[in-house]
């Protein structure tokens, strides 16, 4: 999508350099950084310290990061190893180990001496086919969004809610739970958009400045309002993202996902998730049970970090010193709350059968 009116995906190859080029995300929205990723520390710090982040990005960050080891050693050790190295730096978006095992699975069997041009081949197809699968959520989820617009007033927009940033910086492009935004708007329709800020890494500012930069009408609020607009019936959709779904439709995604998609049950708001096909784990079926719940550094709910009035970009404490704090964070929304999961494919139930109607190759 576009920044300042250029073109950007949220990585590329740079042919001279040979290397990745990221956005470093840890300074969005006040600062926007390109950064390249030279080394495979590099990369293993890029995703768990969430200069990349989203399943998605997480997982075309980490083909390319396959395609530097098979650079410098394309022997099996080196695959393996680079396998395991990259597959620790964050457990719950499935898509890391989704595209690790895609890659070593397409390296292993051949020559070592063509393993370097096939990896990066390999993780250039990786995020075209991100840009593809997203491309087309977005025109599956258009079709809610028209639907729901035929029944409201002339002249009021369609209002949407969405929680964390499960946008084009969560992607290669596109994002997923806004690509259906991004469609809409590019069609005309009449939208506005609630961007929960999602503490404790808000990143909602981080969907605040793409849904800006693209001219879409947007508001941001406190993580807690949106119970109370569901109430007042100011929100006609919810439409989030997902680190990880399970193969009955259970959905993992940031921290308080799944108070708000209670909020819209008791609300009889439609709640949506913008499922990539790459983003489900067909392994597991029991959500809460079974998915590995990242715990994150707990500076992250002591502190925020903000723009000062001298636009110096901040850290600040907010807690007591020496207050215990928690910071786990995703939570699991079970298929019952779910009303439907807008996939590359088309729309279905959050359930076995749903998935597996619309994926019968992968269930
Ligand atoms: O911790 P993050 O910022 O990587 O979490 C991101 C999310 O939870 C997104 O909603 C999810 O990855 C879907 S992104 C298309």
């Known amino acids: 999508m576009k920044v300042n009116g250029k073109h950007y995906r949220s990585l590329w190859w740079n042919e001279s350099a040979n290397v990745l080029e990221i956005i470093d995300q840890r300074w969005l929205p006040h600062d926007f950084r390109e950064q ?90 990786i995020a075209d086919e991100d840009v593809e699968i997203n491309r087309n959520i977005g025109l599956n989820g258009l079709k809610i969004i028209k639907d729901i617009a035929a029944k409201k007033p002339a002249g009021e927009p369609v209002q949407l809610l969405t929680h964390c940033n499960a946008g084009w910086l969560a992607t290669v492009d596109w994002g997923t739970a806004t690509s259906p935004m991004y469609h809409a708007h590019n069609e005309n329709l009449n939208l506005h958009v609630w961007v929960d800020e999602t503490r404790p890494r808000n990143q909602g500012a981080i969907t605040a400045w793409e849904l800006g930069s693209h001219g879409v009408p947007h508001t941001y609020i406190t993580d807690n309002a949106g119970g109370h607009l569901m109430q007042h019936g100011q929100v006609d959709m919810v439409i989030v993202g997902t680190d990880r779904t399970t193969r009955r439709g259970d959905v993992c995604n940031k921290i308080g996902t799944y108070l708000k998609a209670l909020a819209a049950k008791d609300n009889g708001v439609p709640f949506y998730v913008a499922l990539p096909s790459p983003t489900v784990d067909w392994t597991v079926s029991d959500g809460v049970a079974e998915i590995p719940i990242e715990q994150r550094d707990l500076s992250e709910t002591t502190h925020i970090q903000g723009k000062t009035t001298n636009a110096d970009i901040e850290s600040v404490q907010v807690t007591p010193d020496a207050t215990p704090a928690g910071n786990p964070a995703f939570d699991v929304t079970p298929n019952h709350l779910v009303t439907g999961l807008i996939t590359e494919r088309g729309v279905c139930a959050a359930s076995e059968e749903g998935l597996a109607g619309l994926f019968p190759e992968l269930a």
């Open 36 to 125: 390249p990723v030279r080394s495979m520390q590099d990369f293993a710090d890029a995703i768990s310290e969430m200069r990349v982040r989203g399943a998605p990005l997480i997982g075309a960050t980490a083909a390319y990061g396959m395609a530097l080891a098979m650079l410098e050693d394309p022997s099996d050790a080196n695959l393996n190893g680079a396998w395991d190295f990259l597959e620790k730096t964050r457990p719950t978006a499935i898509n890391l180990r989704w595209a690790l095992n895609r890659c070593r699975d397409f390296l292993t069997p051949l020559p070592e001496v063509e393993r370097a041009a096939a990896a990066l081949k390999l993780a250039h197809e």
